[in-house]
């Protein structure tokens, strides 16, 4: 017959035997999650895109470049801008627009790099406009010389010898003269300026000069001189 202490102690290390079984069951679950965790990892199938070498991608940033899709600095990386380029490539050779840089793709950007084809057509930039608008400048040498100084460099000085003006034109004969530290000469210049808004903008004498829209004495002073 077993005693009342015997049966505490017979229980006492059935509980603590189950105690390190379950103990070691934990660190067996535990030890199988880490395990199914380090598994390989599934793809989609799409070849990424670190696979390509740091020479690699530069070669197609400068391709890119060579059929007038600029991506900025050549570096190496592919960045949201090379992407973006790479699509534009794409779309303008016909391809498919996904931004990979597979077979097809760079078989393409490679001849049309080696043929110098323009792919990509960047838009023209808007021209400036021509002529007077808005309200009428002073006709006074300090406004046309205003009107200058916004054309020139920081550090030029522009003294206006003789001007003229006619229905929002004006002429200017003025003589530039560079910041002393440059070491460059004075040089006389002659100008043609179209009121705008208020203000002297200076034109492109050869778009305005050939247009022949502008008044008989601006033209005389301000296209038929040097």
Same mark, same amino acid.
């Given at each position: 017959?077993?005693?009342? #202490?015997?049966?505490?102690?017979?229980?006492?290390?059935?509980?603590?035997?189950?105690?390190?079984?379950?103990?070691?069951?934990?660190?067996?679950?535990?030890?199988?999650? @880490?395990?199914?965790?380090?598994?390989? %990892?599934?793809?989609?199938?799409?070849?990424? /895109? +670190?696979t390509l070498s740091k020479a690699d991608i530069v070669q197609m940033q400068e391709w890119l470049d060579a059929v007038g899709c600029d991506v900025g600095t050549n570096d190496g990386?592919?960045?949201?801008?090379?992407?973006?380029?790479?699509?534009?490539?794409?779309? *303008?050779?016909?391809?498919?627009?996904?931004? @990979?840089? *597979?077979? +097809? @793709?760079?078989?393409?950007? #490679?001849?049309?790099?080696?043929?110098?084809?323009?792919?990509?057509?960047?838009?023209?930039?808007?021209?400036?406009? /021509?002529?007077?608008?808005?309200?009428?400048?002073?006709?006074? +040498?300090?406004?046309?010389?205003?009107?200058?100084?916004?054309?020139?460099? #920081? *550090?030029?000085?522009?003294?206006?010898?003789?001007?003229?003006?006619?229905?929002?034109?004006?002429?200017?004969?003025?003589?530039?003269? %560079? %910041?002393? #530290?440059?070491?460059?000469?004075?040089?006389s210049v002659t100008d043609v300026l179209a009121s705008r808004n208020g203000v002297w903008v200076s034109q492109d004498r050869g778009v305005v000069c050939q247009q022949g829209k502008?008044?008989?004495?601006?033209?005389?002073?301000?296209?038929?001189? +040097?």
């Amino acid at each position: 017959m077993t005693s009342h #202490s015997a049966r505490r102690i017979i229980g006492v290390t059935i509980l603590s035997i189950a105690l390190v079984a379950g103990i070691a069951g934990c660190s067996s679950d535990k030890k199988s999650s @880490t395990t199914s965790t380090t598994s390989a %990892p599934t793809t989609s199938g799409v070849k990424p /895109v +670190n696979t390509l070498s740091k020479a690699d991608i530069v070669q197609m940033q400068e391709w890119l470049d060579a059929v007038g899709c600029d991506v900025g600095t050549n570096d190496g990386i592919i960045g949201p801008m090379t992407i973006a380029t790479l699509k534009a490539f794409q779309q *303008g050779a016909g391809l498919t627009v996904d931004g @990979t840089y *597979g077979p +097809n @793709t760079k078989a393409a950007l #490679s001849a049309d790099a080696q043929a110098k084809k323009q792919v990509c057509v960047k838009p023209a930039p808007a021209p400036a406009p /021509v002529g007077p608008t808005g309200s009428a400048a002073a006709c006074t +040498n300090a406004a046309i010389t205003s009107g200058l100084d916004a054309t020139m460099t #920081s *550090g030029t000085t522009v003294t206006v010898g003789g001007f003229g003006c006619d229905s929002g034109w004006a002429y200017a004969w003025a003589t530039l003269t %560079p %910041p002393a #530290s440059s070491g460059a000469p004075a040089i006389s210049v002659t100008d043609v300026l179209a009121s705008r808004n208020g203000v002297w903008v200076s034109q492109d004498r050869g778009v305005v000069c050939q247009q022949g829209k502008i008044p008989a004495t601006i033209y005389t002073n301000g296209c038929m001189s +040097n």
